[in-house]
């Protein structure tokens, strides 16, 4: 019983950690969706082949930050869950340029969709793509079929 307890503790408290981390990136989205169709700035031609490939189109660069990879392995966990493996490059010094991209497709409730794509090195790394309010919250790029299937999404192309 006494493992059980501690057990769930932990859970509990990696829980909120990762909630905790999750809601401070969805206020810098909602400020981002906000500013997104203001903003006039090229399109990298190599984020729009990769988000096409997996049937994406972007509407509208919304931010281009840089940030040093040094991520908690929970982090790490979910944003493998979505398609982008970090790993190799955690806690290892490297820097990311993380650029955000409105997409043309739409939700079926009229919330945004956005694509995160990751740089290192000057290598176009991966990303994954975030639904506004939704949960888990962010998703794999290969998963539009599936985001269609469910509902999430309409199956026209943009």
Request: hydrophobic fraction near 30%; charge should be negative; aromatic fraction near 8%.
């Amino acid at each position: 019983m006494r493992i059980f307890l501690v057990t769930a503790l932990l859970v509990i408290t990696l829980s909120i950690i990762f909630l905790v981390a999750l809601n401070t990136d969805g206020m810098n989205e909602q400020q981002t969706y906000r500013e997104c169709n203001k903003k006039n700035e090229t399109i990298s031609k190599s984020h729009q082949h990769y988000l096409l490939q997996f049937g994406w189109h972007i509407k509208s660069k919304c931010n281009t930050s840089k940030e040093v990879v040094d991520y908690y392995p929970e982090l790490i966990s979910t944003l493998q869950s979505g398609g982008l493996n970090l790993e190799p490059y955690n806690k290892k010094g490297k820097e990311a340029t993380i650029t955000t991209y409105t997409l043309k497709e739409e939700q079926q409730n009229g919330d945004k969709l956005s694509a995160t794509i990751y740089e290192i090195d000057g290598k176009l790394i991966g990303g994954y793509g975030t639904l506004e309010n939704w949960d888990p919250g962010i998703f794999s790029l290969s998963e539009k079929e599936r985001l269609i299937e469910q509902g999430n999404i309409m199956g026209k192309n943009p």
